[in-house]
């Protein structure tokens, strides 16, 4: 995890860390909101979950750094939102799940905040149409930064209180849901600076580059058979990976990494994206309705790709990203191959060590593989996340969690493909190998990557 | 080729039945195609497979027989296609899959009708546009006619002569691929006529009605375990029902019947369709856009619905149908159930007989239960088709058949939802246990109905 | 009251020719329509209305007598209505604006029709919704053709007993309707059977060609000054010719012919059509949305067109038609020159002989100019429609018809262009010099052509 | 070359009157761009048109001075702008049209611009898709801000030097270019901030009221003959304002006042919205399918309307606006009487005085009448925008200007109407009688309002 400061202070009333050690617990100005004075001194870390609130908190601004005010704005596509919706968002969620519930005195911070940040929670009222947060100039950044100060203000204030297990549950629930929306702000933003002819960067990382060739890829073999997948419940995990339960798989095999950019420069010049034989039909309508010849953000020489360092040209040794689940399988059937399944996938993954290139280490881009031999399946974790050829659905026994937050995961099981393992832009703690993400097939603005599978 | 239409539409020689002794055969009359006399009493049924061929190529336009000419050319909406196009396409299919690759000496009736009548096979060539296809009033229905019986002429000639194992399954495939056509012709003239202020009837077939009150629905426990689904290649089946491969299920309760009307009216009453809390988020997003408050072909008043025999009262004991997966995965939710699994499914039909209310019979509508109790799980098979929670996708180890007829069902698994067990509009001899058929999960112009399942 | 549709269709009854002798009044047989019993030679043409009447309205099934029944159902695109639809609405209109408000004992044929076939007369009620006219395949051609020998034996009853002033206006007014339909059956069948792959034509008609080379085309000049357009209402006239009105002009010029084919190739080989200064900006939209770069159903080729006698050469002396406004407006810029106003148009016709090729000679295509020297301007009337440079508006002091006829013409007095002069599908006694027709500016399923003008 | 943003929005430092005192001529501070030091006191306004130019390009920013950053950014409906593109559009006219072809050694601001800025002047080159602008957060305001500065001080020194009568009329057109952004400014952010749940305000400006009764409407009399209209070019024009030509026109009656909220509010009660017969064809299509019921901006309820002073009760004696050409005219038919046509309006305007409500007294709403008894016709200037009953067209013999400010009007010459007076949000020395705006019949976000005509 990175601590540096930053150049330039986002909200002007915030102190500057941004990884900093927990900013929000150091700072002793006295803030005043409207009439209420708070010493923000008066609240100690007592906790790990107030460790993790203030850590993950201060990351989501530290993410915008280098943004100017006018770069909150701008929704790119319905399924991007703006900068400053994310961050008011991940506060409405504290505010409405933990504080309007929980705390009876509560004031909420402005009345019309709840109609503009719900984003999906349909038993929590009416909202603002998503495909039109881009129309909103108001409430600007400033007040938005306001805003996530008075509720980590009372937030933090109940931690010092102590919290029982509901409410514990809930508030680390809204820190990693805020982790989620840190991973989306990444990827919303590069889509935001890709459509600018302008191609703005959002920072400049030096990416690593391989001096010995890539090695080709492998199959390693895994042993099926009745096996347990899913969480047990001793840690945190989402609603959607439980119940453990048993399944049913053969012996399969697995590739030792993910499919490279070079590999799939290959597939493209065999003329992959004109074969309609290797294609899903939906992937088929999809390919020919929009054009499609090449990932998202590469350019059309195939030589260069649009990245969070500004345009850059293609390693042929990296992961290849940016992909649909239409692309990869279409890729995958090419290549003689499958994606694995999700159980498949959880079968391998829980054994891997859960290194990987994540958020922290500040790259935001799938690097190449670190080594030059593989005795296991590496680059599960980190990089990119990786198709499987599994819909998303309920696994056997699934029951969603009480109340509003029930609508966090359950009623998005159907037209969805699973995804695992996380990406350059998912935070460290943050993921597991039980973790299930799960997206539209013909989505590709998150970091998607290819692990191909087979049977044996 | 082309030729020109005959004086008379040839469907009005049909014996009206819709599963007449064997027209094609018994018939002794000389035909006059052009110049080329045939007399078809030249062939005769010396196997299963010329029999069963002319069983169901008669049954196609006997489906017809109250059709003007008109009534052909009509395409309601881009996934019906018109009446005259069912009669080619199924033709075509065998022109294309049989006659031309396996008759060097076979000239195609019409050079345009490739282009025409193709549906979906890519590897096959450019095709029509399938939302266009009731732009087209020619041919006309009488040279659709002559084409049946040319095709017809030719297949029957090539079974006389005897068939090698490849072309066996290749004919018998196409019998089957017409079987669903038939299906679909029925629920198509039905949607075309459902949206005329006119609602014509298809035909007038009295509907059975119960005396004694249709019993509680109950759940039957099933044993889980690990259990084999799916077809082992003895018989015909379709390539998406193989391999026959483990499945680990647990414990689970299927309910005896199919949801009646009575039933799904009490979820109506019950705000069912308001109550966002019971929609998948895509089922939701559909019901607001589409403005849906109950199933299709009903009333506003919820009293009558439009069936083929014309608007009728709803008869409450009867199934439910034409609801989407949503609806059904709603109404489930809503009853404190749950869909059944495909796997789940599979493992009841096995043992139950497969008997059912069919297209043979006529009554071309769902019926009410005949019995007063049940000891087994009833209507598995007939009436509707029962929505699983099973998105589409290949059985483990799955390979589609060789060459274009592998675009025949391996390419659509993806975004849909498998439905089991066979409606009203199949023929009796189309279906079995392991039969898979696959909808997207807004569709509801199928005869769709609803079966609840539980954990226990 | 409902009727049942007879054994055969009506129209196969008719003569063949286009303008037969009044077929109705010549026809003695003796027609049952279920019980009642009439014999149609109890009517004698009277009055020159009944003989128009009688002429007028055989005409519309006679242009129809080389279709099959299910050419009669297709609508190719929203602008476009059935064949059917067209004899269905012609004598609908009759029956609304006639019939039912002076005969109170009148019967309507079928009470579904009002809503089935009233065009856009909303202040008659409901109506079906225009771009799903060609998804009813009921009532059925020969129901329409009941429908039509059923309301003319009322209005010839009517015309036999006499009418007053009103209703003979009515009557004329419906017959002038009929024939604008009728030129619409004409573009309406050529657009429907265009974008068939079989290209079907209705009919095989030698077209003239030039032995000749074409003259180049020439201005001639016009003294301008205030004049009077306009229709006086001593003869039939539409409201919207209303009312005869001074308009001052300057001297102007007028081509002396249509712009041919030859020269509208040159305008695409200069790159008329990629050159967004010649257009404008609604046209320059239009073309680039729509990909146009030549007029409709010329091919890619620029060789052939689709014509009513099927694929033909391009005759290049012939006049260019099926051109939008926008089109017509951008080659008149790059030629150097104008459009006419209507009201220049009206001026130079207004002296002109009414003579031309109309739909009457049954070439039903714009023909090369017959004359080798031109001392006045040619092709005024008959061949396409001449776009002017004049939004469609009321003349000063226009007052519509009375009643629910006042919606025939000027609530589309917007957003339209005046084309004048007639077509080759137009009746030759259907135009006058003070006729108005209107159409959007991108519409080009017409015959619509292009003169030039010029200021001097 | 690209510039860097500054540390702070120079607009802050801009003085806050709408029409200040020049403020680039007074200010003498030093300005830094990059490494070219400036003194903004080196030039001084020698000529009206220096003068006007820095009052002209002074009031943009002045617009704006109570937004923040992001509210720059927002593109509320495609025919909308954000604001810092009509800062930088504004700039980029003077820097294409004047700099670029006139000044060798001119350096380009920044290369990507002329892409970004270009509005529609297609001969100019590519350009960013207008319904996209709201996507793009780079520039910043900053930035655009540094743009403005660098281009005027080149006109200045251009100035300064002196310019021959092209350029003068190009740096004139420009100005009065920018004076129409100023209006499109006001009415852009007006709906910007109208969708937004916070309905922000941009000013807080008291409006006036009348304390006697608004006199009724009447009728002022014009005798009509051969007259005169449009510009004859002494003083500066738009091209589309020529040439001064004779029109016809009869007498007719002329409103003495534009007609008000009050009677507007009848016209609603009266079923104005729902009677068809009242509707242009495309007009009632268009209410039909938006489910307009009342001008845009008023609440339900009809008592207050969303104004640039935020929400306002609606005061009953002001002028009606923000009503579509279709309102306007279904208005006028349904009080029996018209709309004027563009001579009409001219004919009358002409002799007016030219007083009125601008955007110069800082009110930004249209206010009621300030009169009580009137002899003239009233509030022909100002207010709010007369729809005329004419479509845009071209006058007898008109020329457009040479080169690429030739589409600055003539283009749009097609299936709009002409509106007349100008408006609140109009500056006062930018309209004149011969002045012709030009809208689609369907657009409301301007402010129009409706003037009432008759036949006499």
């Known amino acids: 995890m990175r601590r540096e400061a930053p150049a330039r202070v986002v909200f002007d009333t915030l102190p500057s860390g941004l990884y900093p050690e927990c900013s929000i617990l150091r700072t002793s100005a006295t803030i005043q909101i409207n009439t209420m004075v708070l010493r923000t001194d008066d609240f100690i870390a007592v906790s790990p979950l107030a460790d993790r609130y203030c850590r993950v908190r201060d990351a989501s601004p530290a993410l915008c750094r280098t943004l ?25 969620f504290f505010e409405q799940f933990v504080l309007v519930p929980h705390r009876p005195d509560y004031e909420v911070f402005d009345e ?17 149409a998503r495909a039109e947060r881009g129309l909103l100039s108001r409430p600007t950044v400033a007040q938005i930064g306001m805003y996530r100060r008075y509720v980590d203000q009372h937030i933090l204030a109940m931690l010092d209180e102590g919290v029982d297990g509901e409410l514990y549950g809930l508030i680390e629930l809204g820190t990693h849901h805020e982790q989620q929306h840190q991973e989306l702000m990444l990827t919303d933003i590069k889509h935001i600076f890709s459509i600018s002819p302008l191609e703005p960067a959002l920072l400049h990382a030096k990416q690593r580059t391989r001096t010995a060739p890539l090695p080709a890829l492998r199959f390693l073999t895994m042993a099926g058979g009745l096996k347990k997948i899913g969480a047990d419940g001793e840690s945190f995990c989402f609603d959607n990976e439980t119940p453990r339960h048993q399944v049913f798989t053969e012996d399969f095999g697995i ?3 993910l499919v490279s950019n070079r590999e799939f420069r290959d597939f493209i010049a065999a003329g992959g994206y004109t074969e309609s034989a290797l294609w899903l039909a939906d992937g088929w309508a999809w390919v020919q309705a929009n054009a499609i010849d090449r990932p998202l ?6 030589d260069t790709e649009f990245t969070l360092s500004g345009r850059q040209a293609i390693d042929p040794d990296a992961p ?57 399946p590496d680059q599960l974790f980190g990089d990119a ?11 056997p026994g699934f029951t969603p969690l009480a109340g509003s937050v ?20 998912t935070p460290a703690d943050h993921i597991r190998p039980t973790y299930r993400n799960f997206f539209y097939p013909q989505e590709r603005w998150q970091f998607f990557g290819i692990r191909l599978a087979r049977d044996i």
Request: charged fraction near 20%; glycine fraction near 6%; aromatic fraction near 16%.
């Open 68 to 92: 100017e005010p006018e770069d909150y704005v701008v929704q790119s596509m319905p399924t991007v939102s703006p900068m400053k919706w994310h961050l008011a968002h991940t506060t409405w």
């Open 112 to 128: 019309t905040y709840h109609y503009l940040f719900n984003s999906y929670y349909l038993t929590k009222g009416q909202m603002h």
């Open 255 to 257: 590739a030792d990494r």
């Open 297 to 302: 953000y590469w350019s059309e020489d195939l």
């Open 320 to 376: 290849v990203c940016h992909v649909s689940f239409y692309e990869a399988d279409a890729y995958a059937r090419w290549a003689g191959h499958r994606l694995p399944t999700e159980a498949e996938w959880e079968i391998v993954a829980e054994r891997a060590t859960r290194e990987g290139n994540f958020v922290d280490n500040g790259l935001l881009h799938p690097q190449p593989l670190n080594t030059s031999t593989q005795l296991e």
């Open 385 to 395: 996340w990786e198709w499987t050829s599994t819909p998303y659905s309920a696994y």
């Open 406 to 425: 029930g609508e966090y995961n359950g009623k998005f099981m159907c037209n969805q493909m699973v995804c695992r393992g996380g990406s350059c832009a």
